[in-house]
Each structure stands twice: as structure tokens, then as C-alpha cells.
């Protein structure tokens, strides 16, 4: 006899999705140009203007939450390496706490539509939350045990895993297979424009549109990072956009789109190259490549023979076409060395003169002293030890590393969560990301179309960014870690979806 759990389409007890209306999003827009305006005279005005926005995007949460958590999961880009650039110098902390405002009043929205609901608790019954609750406890047990000081111990937790609440939202708000492409779309679409941009600085000017390049201080000339602001964080974004691209492939469901996605995964690879991120690159071969080798093999020769292709046009290509060409006697521009600049940095490393390397050497001693629950947190290698002052640093002399007054952490998250919070700490984060992304990786492989380039580009990109952790404070950071938790709660949403339809017959079939 059939049920009537069986006649329903569980997609249907989702809030049906609706755009957000032409008045709101004008409003916002009117508010944030009005606070950059009135920014250039008054911080006042600024600031007043800027809570008027934050508190219209967090209202908006209500009605419209989905739209709000990939406005929100963008924002970094926005207060960071947009707003910023466009106010004066004086006003950079007051834009900056603009994504963490946005963040803070959208999650507490949504958890407050999550109890009306009755989804919160559904959200929160999950192994990755209990997880970071085990994170928590072992901070809380460090912070005892060291002495540190709870203000600096909650500024430590809450920019490590303040991203996570993100995860918690969108199993709040739930998502199915067409509305979470929608939003991995929206990402996609900024990850493209920003990589035509850098492909336009590498072929006419690296100082295109107004833009910077960075100088390489191992043979690359310039490093590209195009209206991102750093070239890390460029790799970042690249190497969670790639996976989606590649999975798509080999397994959209029409001709079309696996040939549009063949050509994004190409240049989105290029792209990678000259931006000269090496922690990037090394992040999408050991992370990524491992993910898509568990997932698909046609997607991981797909993988090698794009990223060995783009490798080629990236050497080859032309470069600096609209640069005027040097005066009679001068030498002529260099061109960036992807070989030779990249064996220098690898050498350097070996040779312990990496500054990387060093912090590494330094904190040996410190989780020898401080194993199980380290030194509690806030009091190493991330934003809350630059803050507040640490007597770690000076105990241990990793102060003398800091020579660099533009170098405020250590450049790996995975080091700086070690020594804060020991062993137990980190494997209980470890273990946090792993319940989201094992179940993700075994529904990717029973699935197809949308569904498999979902889960198993969330996976893939979870994977390489963790691994790009290791050079980089990518999970601690706004840019980067707002997506990473993001995708991990679409990869838990659309993998919990099992007894769902799946969306791709809507799709053209493969002809």
C-alpha cells in the first residue's frame, strides 16, 4: 500500500524560493552608496548609514534568507577589497566589521525564523555541530588551564569558528537541488568575472582598470590577484570555484553545459596559474585531487589534462600588450617565470629560510609544552593574538619572527589551531569538517547531474581548502572561510536530501 510520505515530493515542505523585489535591493544600494558618500566627511555618518544597511540586509533575512546567506557569504569581498578601497584610510575598521555585522544580524534572523519554524533544533542535531560544541569545550578547558583572560579567549573562538554559523543557517533554512545551485551559481559567476580580470592584467597591463599587481619576491615580476586584493585570496576563491567546474564537465546532463563548464574549468585554471598562488596550487592538486580521485576518475584525468593545458597557455601567452614598450637603452619589461620562481620558493623552504617554515621550527617546542588543549585560545598565530598582546610569544621567542610589521599571523591556520588548542582541539575541528563532507563524498557517488556536481564540488572544495590552509589563515579569515562553511552546509543539506528527486529532470538528457 502506498503511503502518503511516498506520494510527496520532500522538496515540497521547503518555503517556496522567492526573488527578492527590485525596492529592497534598490534600497541597499542606495544605503551603501549614501555611507561611502557621506564616508568621504563625516565617520558619523558613515557609521549610521552602514548599521541602516546592515539592519535592512538582516530584516530581509526574514523573507528572503537565502538571498541574504550568499549576500552575506560575498560580503568580505565587499567591505574588504571594495568598500574599503573607496573610503578614506581612517575609516578601514569600521568597513571591515561590515561583513561580521552582516553575519551576525542575518544568522540571528534566521535562527529566530528557525524556532518559529520549528527547524532549529533539526539543524543543530547534526555530527559537525556537535563537533564544534567538543571545539568549544577544549578552548574553554585551555582557557582555564593557561590563565587567559575570557575576553581574549572568546575573541579567539569567535574568529575561528564565527563562520561556521553559516553552516547552521542553511540547514536552518534548508535548501533543495535547484536553490543551492542558484546560490553556488551567484559564486560562480563572481569567481569568472574576477578571473577574466586578471586574465585582461596579465595579457594588456598588470595595472588594468586602475589595478595593482603584487611583486614576487622569488622571480615572478607580478602576481595577479584582480579586484581581490591578494593573490592568496584569489587561489582561495579559484580553487573552491574549479572543482564545481570540472565535476561539471563530466557529469552535466547535456552537451551544452558540459562544454561551457570544460571552457569555465579552463580558464578559472589560468587564471590559478598567474595569480602565482603556490599554497593555491598545492591545495587543488593534494585536496582537490584527492576528492575528485574518491569521487570520479573521468573527472580527475579531466582535472590533469585542464590543469596541464592552462599550464601551457600561461607560459605561452602574451603578456603586457598595452605596457609601453621601454625607452631606447632600457631593458626590456621581465616576463613572470612560472619555473624558475617556483623551484626559488621551493628551495627557499628546504633551505628553513621560508618564513613558513621558521614559525613551524618555533612552535615545536610549544605544543611539546602544551599538547593536549595547547595554550588557549586567542594566545597564538591568528587575529585575537595581534590584538591582544601574548606572553606565548615572548616565551618562546616567536615575537623576533615577526620583523615584518605587515606580517600579523603565523600563514597557517592548521598551526595556529594546533598550538591553541592542542591536540584535542584540532582533531575535534578536523573531525567537525569530516561529518560534513564524508556523507557529502558518498552521495556524490551515487548521484547525477546537479545533485553530483554539487556535493561533490563541495567536497572537493572543502578538501582544498583545508589543504590551503596550511599556508595561509584562509579558515580564519572572512574571504574565505565564510564560503567554506557555506558550502559544507549545502553539501550536509543536499546530502541529507536522499529520498528527494532529483532536479536534473528538468535538465536536457545527454544526446
Not at 585570496?233 to 551544452?256: E, H, N, Y
Request: proline share 6%; net charge positive; aromatic share 8%.
Amino acid at each position: 500500500m502506498t503511503t502518503l510520505s511516498h506520494r510527496i515530493d520532500p522538496r515540497s515542505l521547503l518555503p517556496r524560493a522567492e526573488p527578492m523585489p527590485a525596492a529592497v535591493i534598490g534600497a541597499g544600494i542606495a544605503l551603501l552608496t549614501a555611507a561611502i558618500v557621506a564616508g568621504q566627511v563625516s565617520r558619523l555618518w558613515f557609521i549610521v548609514l552602514g548599521v541602516g544597511f546592515v539592519v535592512l540586509v538582516a530584516a530581509a533575512a526574514w523573507r528572503w534568507p537565502r538571498a541574504v546567506l550568499v549576500i552575506a557569504v560575498l560580503s568580505p569581498i565587499l567591505d574588504r577589497y571594495i568598500i574599503a578601497g573607496l573610503l578614506p584610510a581612517s575609516l578601514g575598521a569600521e568597513a571591515h566589521v561590515t561583513s561580521e555585522a552582516i553575519l551576525a544580524g542575518a544568522t540571528l534572523v534566521i535562527a529566530a525564523r528557525g524556532i518559529r519554524d520549528g527547524t532549529l533544533g533539526a539543524a543543530l542535531r547534526h555530527p559537525t555541530v556537535y563537533a564544534l560544541a567538543a571545539f568549544v569545550a577544549v578552548a574553554a578547558v585551555g582557557m582555564l588551564l593557561n590563565g587567559v583572560p575570557p575576553l581574549v579567549a572568546l575573541a579567539g573562538v569567535a574568529f575561528t569558528l564565527d563562520a561556521a554559523l553559516l553552516l547552521v543557517a542553511v540547514r536552518i533554512v534548508g535548501y533543495d537541488v535547484r536553490q543551492a545551485a542558484t546560490s553556488i551559481g551567484a559564486f560562480m559567476v563572481l569567481v569568472t568575472t574576477a578571473a577574466v580580470v586578471a586574465l585582461g592584467q596579465a595579457l594588456l597591463d598588470p595595472n588594468l582598470f586602475g589595478l595593482y599587481a603584487l611583486s614576487g619576491r622569488f622571480g615572478e615580476v607580478y602576481r595577479l590577484s584582480s579586484f581581490l586584493g591578494d593573490p592568496n585570496t584569489f587561489g582561495a576563491f579559484l580553487i573552491v570555484a574549479i572543482p564545481f567546474a570540472v565535476i561539471g564537465a563530466v557529469s552535466a546532463q547535456s552537451r551544452t553545459w558540459r562544454a561551457a563548464a570544460l571552457i569555465l574549468a579552463l580558464l578559472l585554471l589560468v587564471a590559478l596559474w598567474i595569480s602565482f598562488s603556490r599554497g593555491a596550487w598545492l591545495a587543488l592538486l593534494v585536496g582537490g585531487g584527492a576528492a575528485l580521485a574518491a569521487l570520479d576518475r573521468r573527472a580527475l584525468i579531466a582535472a590533469a589534462t585542464l590543469t596541464a593545458l592552462a599550464f601551457a597557455i600561461a607560459l605561452t601567452m602574451p603578456r603586457d600588450l598595452l605596457v609601453p614598450p621601454p625607452a631606447p637603452g632600457s631593458p626590456a619589461p621581465e616576463r613572470p617565470d612560472l619555473v624558475d620562481s617556483t623551484f626559488h620558493r621551493v628551495g627557499a623552504v628546504g633551505e628553513g629560510r621560508d618564513l613558513r617554515t621558521q614559525f613551524v621550527l618555533n612552535a615545536l617546542p610549544i605544543l611539546r609544552d602544551h599538547p593536549l588543549v595547547g595554550v588557549g585560545p586567542g594566545r597564538y598565530g591568528g587575529a585575537a593574538a595581534d590584538i591582544f598582546p601574548t606572553p606565548v610569544y615572548a616565551a618562546y621567542g616567536t615575537d623576533k619572527l615577526f620583523s615584518n610589521p605587515l606580517q600579523k599571523t603565523v600563514d597557517n591556520f592548521w598551526l595556529h589551531a594546533v598550538i591553541e588548542s592542542g591536540v584535542l582541539g584540532t582533531m575535534a575541528l578536523l573531525a567537525a569538517i569530516l561529518a560534513a563532507g564524508i556523507p557529502a563524498l558518498v552521495a556524490a557517488r551515487r548521484a547525477v547531474g546537479r545533485r553530483r556536481i554539487l556535493l561533490g564540488g563541495a567536497v572537493a572544495a572543502a578538501a582544498a581548502i583545508c589543504v590551503n590552509a596550511v599556508s595561509t589563515m584562509t579558515l580564519e579569515g572572512n574571504s574565505v572561510a565564510y564560503l567554506f562553511w557555506f558550502v559544507l552546509g549545502l553539501g550536509t543539506v543536499v546530502a541529507g536530501a536522499t529520498s528527494a528527486p532529483d532536479d536534473d529532470r528538468h535538465e536536457p538528457k545527454q544526446g
